[in-house]
């Protein structure tokens, strides 16, 4: 009797007299779909779980070796922050506050004073010009004298304990020999506590 025939005459309510071939099919086939049903309702899931665990796991390697690294470089990186902190306390040091910019206007007028100058024109600009954290004071000078007399006033300047720089700078002769310089003189000072704040609400 073929399979054909075997699957005809067998009692669906009776697998125990089912031909051992017959069985074996069915066992196989309710094997598959039981696996198949384990995949879809459960092991699915925790095979994407898995995968999320094992991204999770990765990116927690790599913030652990970031966090090593940043660790193992805490004492450089707070040498570092210390350097900066002193050398931006230095700068501060040499702007001057609002009311100390009246005295460097006048350090800057003795310094061409004393090297023998006549000023033609000494004009501070009527407004500052304000940034984040500093103003800038732009002068307007000329003045007239000998060569070594206008380039030792210069580096007067350049030597003042307060920073200020000498900008479009121009050079020509004048009368009796001598020369006429006309520059722009920038002097800075750091911003007060409230200035500061104001800044930062007006570039809101």
Same mark, same amino acid.
């Given at each position: 009797m073929n399979m054909l025939e075997e699957l005809r005459h067998i009692d669906p309510n009776d697998p125990g007299k089912w031909p051992s071939s017959i069985r074996m099919i069915a066992l196989l086939f309710l094997l598959i779909v039981i696996i198949g049903a384990g995949y879809y309702f459960v092991w699915q899931d925790q095979l994407n779980n898995l995968e999320n665990i094992r991204s999770e796991e990765q990116t927690l390697k790599d913030t652990y070796l970031v966090k090593k690294r940043s660790a193992v470089n805490l004492p450089i990186l707070? @040498? @570092?922050l210390n350097d900066i902190e002193q050398s931006l306390s230095a700068l501060l040091k040499q702007l001057p506050n609002k009311s100390e910019m009246e005295a460097l206007l006048v350090d800057i007028n003795q310094a061409g004073l004393g090297r023998g100058l006549q000023f033609e024109l000494f004009k501070p600009a009527e407004n500052e010009i304000l940034h984040e954290f500093y103003a800038e004071l732009?002068? /307007?000078i000329r003045v007239t004298g000998g060569y070594h007399d206008i380039s030792s006033?210069? /580096?007067d300047i350049a030597q003042l304990p307060r920073i200020v720089t000498l &900008? !479009?700078? &121009?050079v020509v002769p004048g009368s !009796? &020999? $001598? $020369?006429? $310089?006309d520059a722009v003189a920038k002097t800075f000072r750091y911003l007060d506590e409230n200035e500061v704040i104001d800044q930062g609400v007006q570039s809101q």
């Open positions: 707070k @040498q @570092q732009p002068v /307007s006033f210069a /580096s &900008n !479009d700078i &121009n !009796d &020999n $001598l $020369l006429m $310089l």
